[in-house]
């Protein structure tokens, strides 16, 4: 037993490693986990009582040289360590990427319209998507039961009948005039992008879901010319057209009411077939706030007035990027979206 610990010690003090197997040959053997040396260990049962202690210690003197000649040998063998440790980082190689993200293609539309319009003194309002029926319909002059909501296929929301007013998911943005208009003293100025929602089946050119930016303008002596003015600002700049025309169109919350086209021209195969022949591009409807919805929202209408618009960012976002299925915007695949990396 004795003479054991000798011949161990002696073969830890000669063992010699040229290799990094070697090396881990001798771990294994002295320092691991069924080593000789803890073998030697379990015979402690065997060693008479009073020469218990003196073993142990003998032992235990074994089992740090084994440790200390582990790491004098890691040290001179130039093939020790673990692989990372040894092999030469290959500065060749190429980095791990990791995909950076990309604005979705209707937040960059959204934020160039806004920009636009910050530009000439609006500021960015907003309201709930969650609407009632007052704000969405009744307060812009849609009379209940009036065929003309039907010009806006609605999602009731149906609550659990507690709710004073009937709840809807709103329509378009035109509510978020009323809130501002309720609670702020002309001069009014601001545009109020957000999601809108209708009945509608979904296919490449509509979708139930969609975006639009409104705005509006409230103050004393406010006029159609000065909405011409500002929409014409808004063609140059964001389109980088000069021709608009308005059509006369109706809305009940604006009189008159018109569409606005922007002119395009008919340069190319996709000019024909964006405008449908004409060269026009239709953007937006818009019209001077019917004094109706001013009274409505507690403003003045002998006093003050105003104009109003409103455009779908989903059509103008399909114009810019030459999508021609709306249905890309909403599908998240990141495939399409990563096409859009850069745009602001
Ligand atoms: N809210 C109208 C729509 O969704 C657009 C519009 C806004 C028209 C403001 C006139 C003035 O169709």
């Not at 218990?52 to 040289?65: D, M, S, V, Y």
């Not at 980088?240 to 922007?262: C, H, N, W």
């Not at 060269?279 to 403003?299: A, F, H, R, S, T």
């Not at 249905?327 to 745009?343: D, S, V, Y």
């Amino acid at each position: 037993m004795w003479d054991k610990i000798d011949e161990i010690n002696k073969e830890i003090d000669t063992f010699t490693v040229e290799t990094a197997e070697q090396l881990e040959q001798f771990r294994i053997k002295f320092l691991g986990s069924k080593n000789v040396i803890k073998d030697l260990f379990k015979l402690m049962k065997e060693v008479p009582g009073d020469q218990k202690k003196e073993f142990g210690q003998k032992l235990n003197t074994l089992k740090q040289n084994a440790q200390k000649r582990f790491d004098a040998l890691s040290e001179t063998t130039a093939a020790s360590g673990t692989k990372a440790q040894t092999e030469k980082p290959d500065v060749t190689r190429p980095g791990f990427p990791f995909e950076a993200g990309a604005r979705h293609p209707i937040s960059v539309v959204r934020n160039e319209i806004v920009d636009i319009f910050n530009r000439i003194g609006y500021t960015v309002a907003e309201g709930p998507e969650i609407e009632d029926d007052y704000h969405n319909f009744t307060a812009l002059n849609f009379p209940e039961e009036h065929p003309a909501r039907d010009m806006q296929d609605t999602f009731f929301v149906h609550d659990n009948g507690e709710a004073p007013e009937k709840l809807a998911l709103r329509t378009h943005t035109s509510s978020v005039q009323v809130r501002v208009m309720e609670t702020q003293k002309p001069p009014i100025r601001i545009i109020a992008p957000g999601r809108v929602f209708r009945n509608e089946a979904i296919s490449a050119r509509a979708h139930c879901i969609f975006h639009q930016v409104e705005g509006l303008y409230i103050d004393e002596g406010v006029s159609f010319a000065d909405m011409k003015q500002t929409l014409m600002y808004f063609a140059k700049e964001f389109f980088g057209k000069t021709q608009i025309r308005l059509r006369p169109s109706y809305f009940p919350f604006t009189e008159p009411s018109a569409e606005v086209d922007v002119y395009w021209g008919l340069e190319t195969e996709a000019d024909y077939r964006m405008t449908k022949g004409t060269g026009w591009l239709e953007i937006m409807g818009c019209g001077m706030v019917d004094p109706n919805v001013l009274e409505n929202c507690g403003i003045d209408s002998e006093k003050y007035s105003g104009f109003a618009f409103g455009m779908g960012i989903e059509r103008i976002a399909a114009q810019r990027f030459g999508i021609d299925d709306l249905r890309r915007f909403f599908e998240n695949n990141t495939e399409f979206l990563k096409q859009f990396k850069g745009a602001q």
